[in-house]
């Protein structure tokens, strides 16, 4: 087995019903954090964490993303003719980023369906996945962080932050040793979805955020299906019960964009720190806390 984590997988194939009817028409992961669809800030991590090549797993419905990753060769133009330097830079940047490949799910058969479509192109190397609903803010982009402990385990490896006992019934839960002294060290033994807090075996919840080897590709084909779906998480958790899935408790802050609260507050954060706006949205919270706005 290669190795070296150089290709990520990003399934968009979902049907992003939580944002309707906002995503009738436009794919969820393109909707904006302040001026960057979600889509962007992943494969910008993506990036920063090594990865040349991104894999989508894309539906009829999610051109939007193929054309947001491709060169636009007439929008460049009239950028040059209108002098407007700085925007033609981002606009340029966007292509050049990775290299892109799209494979196609037909149906919504769910995420392990989803990460199966694109066996034949991670062969036989370990790889990222990055859940489009989950954007998170680190100086240290979360995928590599991910990688590194790959490096040292040459398992798979989970994400995990950690959320408040009364969430734990929104997230799929794991239950962890820990390795040795290093409390980072984490061995994942089951991952339980959607616990009801006092059956929680943990407060860890997986993240948007996996580097998977291609042991999982035999257990997804054995994974049943639940309510029509291959969920990934029970392919995830039939590995983790052989004792060949860690975790690592990412540095950061995580925000489930796939959720209306979540994107809010995205926008507020990313707001707060944009250069051109963090004043004026500074000011807005003012006032709105005043009772102004
Ligand atoms: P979600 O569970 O968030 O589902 O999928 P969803 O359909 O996107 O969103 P909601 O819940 O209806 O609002 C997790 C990831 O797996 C992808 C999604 O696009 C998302 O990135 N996915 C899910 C697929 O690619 N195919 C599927 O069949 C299901």
């Known amino acids: 087995m290669q190795n070296k984590v150089k290709k990520a997988i990003i399934p968009v194939a979902g049907l992003g019903t939580r944002f309707l009817p906002a995503t009738k028409a436009i794919p969820k992961e393109m909707l904006p954090v302040v001026d960057k669809p979600v889509v962007q800030y ?11 090549t991104i894999i989508f ?32 830079g981002k606009i340029q940047k966007i292509h050049k ?15 392990g369906d989803a990460i199966m479509r694109a066996r034949g192109l991670v062969g036989n190397e370990p790889f990222g996945v990055f859940y489009a609903d989950d954007i998170v803010h680190s100086k240290k982009p ?7 402990e790959y490096e040292r385990c040459r398992g798979s490896v989970l994400g995990l932050f950690n959320v408040p006992k009364s969430e734990v019934n929104k997230y799929g839960i794991a239950k962890c040793n820990r390795e040795g002294s290093d409390p980072a060290r984490l061995q994942v ?5 959607k616990p009801e807090p006092k059956n929680a075996p943990s407060q860890l919840a997986s993240v948007g ?6 042991e999982i590709f035999p257990k997804i084909a054995k994974t049943k299906k639940t309510k029509g779906e291959v ?19 990412l540095e950061g802050t995580w925000y489930d964009c796939g959720s209306k609260a979540g994107f809010l507050r995205a926008n507020l954060a990313f707001a707060l720190e944009h250069p051109e706006l963090k004043e004026e949205a500074r000011r807005i919270l003012k006032e709105m806390q005043n009772g102004k706005a």
């Open 231 to 249: 969920y990934l998480a029970d392919a995830i958790d039939a590995l983790a019960r052989e004792g060949r899935v860690y975790g690592h408790e």
């Open 42 to 52: 992943l494969v910008e991590e993506a990036v920063a964490s090594g990865i040349e």
């Open 142 to 148: 979360a995928l590599g962080q991910l990688i590194k």
């Open 57 to 88: 797993v894309i539906n009829q419905k999610k051109h939007p993303i193929q054309d947001h990753f491709s060169r636009d060769r007439d929008f460049e133009a009239s950028l040059r003719r209108n002098k407007k330097h700085a925007l033609l």
């Open 209 to 214: 955020r996996f580097v998977l080897t291609p």
């Open 97 to 111: 980023l990775a290299e892109f490949i799209y494979v196609c799910q037909d149906e919504p058969l769910g995420s």
């Open 189 to 193: 033994e089951k991952l339980v979805e």
